[in-house]
């Protein structure tokens, strides 16, 4: 193991922790300008301190590490909130009755200490309280098993994930060098069992979804975002005359999930904080903040059930590629609306939202989001069309967005986590198909597959475009140098 993967996990692990942090910590100390200087000044001095011990760890064997961490199962951590606190003030003072008894107990201290750690909302403040009161030989020790965590948490991303149920996994594929000398690894979808023609191979719920702002409102669900015929099937938020679903479930998962926080009618201070949000995604088109808003209320909900899972939705996003933004007006504008919209329901939001990692979850929705398509066609289809209008109009999202079923008009747009690593072909073997016109997608076979085929979708419609054409289209669009069998036939 290296230095530097022992640091970047750690360092990773600190960061994302903040998301927690930003569920559990109480919100009068948030707001303290005092308390915010401290945390930032506590975060980076953690992230500096795991780089030292990290080195340190090196030059030790890491095999006792190991074995402490095999000695803890998840059985260990209770489930609930209060439990969880509770269990995390027995491990402090278990940790530390053990390590004054002197240096022979120090590894069942450390075990206690990082059992404390794996519970404790703000994991970077408790490391510097560590650093500050525990022997350090215990520290290293302690530290050592959080990184060796977080390091097996990565390796074993991809071997839990997507569900055997999909019928799918994830295979990396070698793609030559880049311009640095580097090597380019990209992933792509391999089916596990063979599927014959017309055949759905999985269908998927997004991770979050949106509809076209212009849509919001309209005959259209705010949850599931399929249309509706009729003006009496819709069922209105019980607070804002705002947004409407196609159902009572649709309603109480949306509110359960998201709407609650992002409800216009959620007053806080007289004035509903996520009002210029919506104003701002409706005026300029633009799908993604109202997107990510959605996105972090509903991890903060994730994180509330105590599932057990192992990997949340921000673990799946982390792992998306993505083309790198710069920061520009717009940005620094969605940023401001984003916290405000969310701030006052979500505290630690604020340190959460940096303008780095805005940029990097803005660019990795643009880059592997879908467009939906949950309308139902010929009638309504001269609303769908002013959608489709809508979203080439000069505010439109970037193009990747477009990625979608090109014969229908869309309706919005949805994150999901297997789909997200379908690779382009022109020569495609599947397509996605919205058959129950909602936010659930299906993969369906256009071809004979068997076990270990490559799944690949047409980011663009082939039909009879010539090879310069699809390049430039798919260039145009994507970014994307297209490496599929008929392109590097071709060349
Ligand atoms: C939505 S992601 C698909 C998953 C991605 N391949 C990965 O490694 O996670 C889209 C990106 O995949 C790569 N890609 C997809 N299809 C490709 C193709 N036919 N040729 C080359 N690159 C492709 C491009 O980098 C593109 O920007």
């Known amino acids: 193991m290296k230095t530097t993967t022992i640091v970047a996990a750690t360092v990773g692990m600190l960061a994302v922790a ?57 059985e260990d951590f209770p489930a609930s909130m209060e439990e969880r606190e509770q269990f995390c003030m027995a491990q402090l003072s278990a940790g530390e009755e053990l390590f004054v008894k002197g240096p022979e107990n120090y590894s069942k201290a450390a075990i206690c200490f990082y059992k404390a750690l794996k519970v404790y909302p703000a994991p970077a403040e408790l490391v510097m309280v560590f650093q500050k009161t525990i022997p350090p030989d215990v520290f290293t020790v302690v530290m050592g098993m959080l ?230 066609g010929t009638s309504l289809n001269v609303k769908a069309l002013n959608t489709r209008r809508c979203l080439k109009s000069r505010n439109q999202p970037l193009p990747e967005s477009h990625r979608s079923v090109r014969d229908r008009p869309i309706t919005g747009a949805g994150l999901y986590r297997a789909t997200s690593y379908l690779m382009h072909s022109c020569e495609p073997n599947t397509k996605i198909v919205y058959s129950s016109r909602d936010h659930i997608v299906s993969l369906v076979a256009t071809e004979n597959i068997r076990a270990g085929d490559e799944l690949q979708v047409g980011y663009i419609k082939n039909g009879k475009l010539s090879t310069e054409q699809r390049r430039l289209e798919l260039f145009t669009k994507y970014r994307l140098q297209c490496s599929c069998a008929l392109c590097e036939m071709t060349d």
């Open 147 to 376: 990184s060796k965590d977080v390091q097996s948490k990565e390796e074993k991303y991809y071997t839990v994930f997507p569900p055997r149920e999909m019928n799918i996994k994830v295979e990396e594929k070698p793609d030559g060098l880049d311009v640095n000398g580097q090597k380019v690894v990209r992933r792509g979808l391999v089916a596990t069992k063979g599927f014959t023609k017309g055949e759905v191979i999985y269908t998927e719920t997004p991770v979050i979804s949106s509809l076209e702002p212009s849509l919001e409102g309209k005959n259209f669900c705010h949850y599931c975002l399929k249309e509706m015929i009729k003006k009496e099937y819709m069922v209105p938020c019980t607070s804002c005359s705002v947004v409407v679903f196609c159902s009572e479930e649709c309603r109480t998962s949306a509110g359960q999930e998201f709407h609650e926080i992002l409800c216009t009618k959620n007053l806080k201070g007289g004035s509903a904080p996520a009002q210029a949000l919506r104003e701002y995604s409706k005026d300029s088109r633009n799908i993604v903040p109202g997107m990510l808003a959605k996105f972090l209320a509903k991890m903060v909900y994730d994180e509330s059930l105590n599932s057990g899972a192992e990997y949340n939705s921000f673990d799946h996003l982390e792992r998306l590629v993505y083309v790198e933004k710069s920061l520009g007006p717009d940005e620094e504008k969605e940023i401001e609306l984003l916290k405000l919209a969310l701030g006052s329901s979500i505290p630690g939001i604020d340190q959460f939202i940096t303008e780095e990692r805005y940029l990097i979850m803005k660019a990795r929705i643009l880059h592997n989001i879908y467009g939906i398509s949950s309308g139902l």
């Open 18 to 74: 903040t998301v927690g942090y930003a569920v559990y910590f109480d919100s009068k100390r948030q707001s303290d300008p005092e308390f915010k200087r401290k945390l930032k000044k506590d975060r980076k001095r953690a992230e500096k301190l795991a780089k030292t011990e990290a080195k340190r760890l090196t030059e030790e064997s890491t095999q006792d590490i190991e074995e402490f961490l095999a000695s803890v199962t998840e």
